[in-house]
């Protein structure tokens, strides 16, 4: 069974994915743009990976995209 973070993390990975596509981004130019390896990229976009944030902005500002989300206690 999955934890809470991890199906947090699926979710994220797969909104990340279909972003990047559908903006015709090739995982491959954001490996350029960011530096960051192309299969810490794919677990990224798998939720397989506990990233940083600073990783998740990195990525983020690659695809130019931003993040919203609310606080809820």
């Known amino acids: ?30 490996e350029k743009e960011t530096k960051l390896n192309f ?7 798998t939720g397989n990976l506990n990233y940083t944030l600073d990783n998740l902005i990195t990525y983020l500002k690659a695809i130019n995209a931003r993040i919203s989300f609310e606080l809820e206690d």
């Open 1 to 30: 069974m999955k934890t809470k973070q991890e199906e947090t993390r699926k979710e994220i990975g797969i909104q990340l994915k279909e972003l990047r596509e559908k903006r015709g981004i090739s995982l491959y130019r954001v």
């Open 39 to 45: 299969n810490t990229l794919k677990t990224i976009e």
